[in-house]
């Protein structure tokens, strides 16, 4: 699975810091390191200086942003992005921030999220004369942004654009010197906002503020949207009442560690999830070891809780791509082992609690039991830090079809032979899931205020052909008169 992508805003107060000019673009730069993690495809600035200037390239911010390249982007406000495409060609083209015109002039948006209204907003926006550079729904939400900057205010035409996109959506904005940061109003994806030196930053995780030194002061909400200016902030809540829909892979897997998201830090959370697995899915074991390094904070917990000594039987190579994207099954068997080996003197002979934050396909799960079993371990038992995955992702998550899913028949989701099926599939001795229960305990946040369509099937937004708790229909209403 990968992530859409992460964003991050900055105004700073046009003024002297440390006997300079205070600058955005090295803080979005900095910034942008700290939310890699969401993001390998590609990078990118802009910032306003009078005018909009954007650098943006494909790869990792150090390549596509080049450092030497930074001092011609003047500015005390910007905003800046890293992308995996979820829609959209991986190519320089559907990089972020995407620039639009608008009768005052140009504006800068990034997006990370996922609209499930795009191509039906495609095709009337089309009817009505739009033409479209990119594949990206992103330039859905600019062009309409832009039709609503002709006759309203920016914050109204804010407000007008949350009610027609429909679909995950943290945004941040740069128009004639102001940035404008989103939040979908189910709150699917995390943004933040924190103080910097000098003036504010928004982000999508807090780890953006804590690399350049800067301090979280809280979450954007749901449906509010925060203004930065000259250095300072304003926040209007424009939807309210909307019912909540945090993602719970945020949680899971996405977030990085030291992350603080709607209040809560996701190295606890994962530690939770470790010993409530250990509670569910008690084994008499040797060592817990985990798959680095998604599994390590749950493996922690699992120690703890379980008193089963905690040993790393896996090594991650962390110079490797991905592996997915190599053609021969030969091949991607090596990447893996390039990726990630094991400690044989950890392992052998001993009874193993391999601990992972999910499973997904189950091909690589496979081959990482067989790679700790080739290693003389006496046994190897799966445990799984969130539960069965079944259904695909609408809003934001690259994730396989149903077809791929190894647990995708509701028979294999509920436990019993289903289980027995899957476990044998991966050559392991046995295998335990984190309850749904167990994951909304460890979260510790209401079921209802949750998104677990992928665990569930059900959805909180109305998508063709799946079952959804809230119903919208906004598409029709927006249009009609305009």
């Known amino acids: 699975m990968r992530e859409a992508c992460g964003v991050v805003g900055i105004s700073l107060e046009d003024g002297q810091q440390g006997g300079r000019a205070a600058q955005a673009a090295p803080l979005l730069y900095y910034a942008l390191y700290g939310l890699q993690h969401r993001g390998q495809e590609s990078a990118g600035i802009s910032i306003h200086d009078g005018g909009l200037l954007t650098l943006k390239g494909m790869g990792l911010v150090s390549k596509a942003l080049p450092y030497e390249r930074l001092s011609h982007l003047r500015g005390t406000v910007g905003i800046g992005h890293v992308r995996y495409s979820t829609t959209g060609a991986s190519e320089l083209l559907n990089c972020q921030p995407l620039e639009v015109s608008y009768h005052g002039g140009r504006l800068a948006i990034?997006?990370?999220?996922?609209?499930?209204?795009?191509?039906?907003?495609?095709?009337?926006?089309?009817?009505?004369?739009?033409?479209?550079?990119?594949?990206?729904?992103?330039?859905?939400?600019?062009?309409?942004?832009?039709?609503?900057?002709?006759?309203?205010?920016?914050?109204?035409?804010?407000?007008?654009?949350?009610?027609?996109?429909?679909?995950?959506?943290?945004?941040?904005?740069?128009?004639?010197?102001?940035?404008?940061?989103?939040?979908?109003?189910?709150?699917?994806?995390?943004?933040?906002?924190?103080?910097?030196?000098?003036?504010?930053?928004?982000?999508?995780e807090s780890v953006a503020m804590d690399t350049v030194g800067g301090t979280l002061v809280d979450d954007v909400r749901p449906g509010e949207v925060v203004v930065l200016k000259d250095g300072h902030i304003e926040r209007h809540m424009v939807c309210r009442g909307c019912p909540?829909?945090?993602?719970?892979?945020?949680?899971?897997?996405?977030?990085?560690?030291?992350?603080?998201?709607?209040?809560?830090?996701?190295?606890?959370?994962?530690?939770?999830?470790?010993?409530?697995?250990a509670r569910e899915h008690p084994v008499d074991a040797d060592i817990v070891s985990p798959v680095p390094d998604s599994g390590i904070t749950f493996a922690i917990g699992y120690s703890k809780e379980s008193k089963i000594e905690y040993r790393e039987g896996l090594m991650k190579n962390r110079y490797i791509g991905r592996t997915f994207i190599m053609p021969a099954q030969t091949t991607r068997e090596l990447a893996v082992r390039l990726k990630m080996n094991a400690i044989t003197e950890n392992v052998r002979g001993q009874r193993v609690v391999l601990v992972d934050d999910s499973i997904v396909r189950g091909t690589t799960s496979r081959r990482i039991v067989d790679m700790v079993r080739g290693c003389g371990a006496r046994a190897v038992h799966l445990r799984i830090g969130s539960p069965p995955i079944i259904s695909p992702c609408y809003l934001g998550i690259d994730m396989p079809t149903r077809a791929e899913l190894i647990a995708s028949s509701p028979s294999r989701a509920e436990g019993g032979r289903g289980m027995d099926e899957i476990c044998k599939e991966l050559h392991a001795d046995s295998i335990g899931y984190l309850s749904k229960r167990g994951l909304v305990e460890a979260i510790g946040i209401p079921e209802d205020e949750l998104c677990m369509g992928c665990l569930t099937g059900v959805y909180p937004l109305e998508i063709p052909g799946e079952r959804c708790r809230h119903a919208q229909a906004l598409l029709s209403e927006y249009f009609s008169g305009t």
């Open 244 to 277: 909540k829909a945090h993602c719970v892979f945020e949680y899971i897997y996405f977030a990085r560690a030291d992350s603080i998201i709607d209040g809560r830090l996701v190295y606890s959370v994962r530690e939770r999830i470790g010993r409530l697995l």
């Open 110 to 204: 990034a997006h990370n999220g996922n609209l499930v209204n795009t191509e039906a907003l495609r095709r009337e926006l089309e009817r009505r004369g739009a033409v479209f550079l990119t594949g990206t729904d992103s330039e859905i939400i600019a062009q309409l942004l832009a039709r609503e900057l002709r006759r309203h205010t920016p914050l109204e035409a804010i407000e007008r654009l949350m009610g027609i996109i429909v679909g995950s959506y943290s945004l941040v904005i740069l128009l004639d010197g102001t940035v404008y940061a989103v939040r979908d109003p189910l709150g699917i994806k995390p943004l933040c906002f924190g103080r910097v030196d000098g003036g504010y930053m928004v982000a999508s």
